[in-house]
Nanobody
Framework: VQLQASGGGLVQTGGSLRLSCAAS????????MGWFRQAPGKEREFVAH????????DYADSVKGRFTISRDSGKNTVYLQMSSLKPEDTAVYYC????????????????WGQGTQVTVSS
């Protein structure tokens, strides 16, 4: 599986962005998907997860109520809608995939995209 993340950019505090992660391959619907982020000098951290069926989602406490993860299996794409953005959301955002199960831990994921930069100005 190859993943291509896009949609990052510069936005003001309180603004919104939608990240996309396009996946190659015909078995996308069997993969759990996750979003992680890494700020300068910090470890990569979990942001959101969606199950292979789309029926289950998880979020980091820091983004609950502001971010929404979704998937469109017809387009082999997972999205991260980000609203009410804060300067502390500034990071490189990575999408990740794993067959059947994913979760909140980085090591659970086999495939990673290249990352897209999100910068939130104050």
């Amino acid at each position: 599986v190859q993943l291509q993340a896009s949609g990052g950019g510069l936005v003001q505090t309180g603004g919104s962005l939608r990240l996309s992660c396009a996946a190659s391959g015909r078995t996308f619907s069997t993969y759990a998907m996750g979003w992680f982020r890494q700020a300068p000098g910090k470890e990569r951290e979990f942001v959101a997860h969606i199950s292979w069926s789309g029926g289950s989602t998880d979020y980091a406490d820091s983004v609950k109520g502001r971010f929404t993860i979704s998937r469109d299996s017809g387009k082999n794409t997972v999205y991260l809608q980000m609203s009410s953005l804060k300067p502390e959301d500034t990071a490189v955002y990575y999408c990740a995939a794993n067959r059947i199960s994913g979760g909140t831990k980085r090591n659970n994921y086999t495939y990673w995209g290249q990352g897209t930069q999100v910068t939130v100005s104050s």
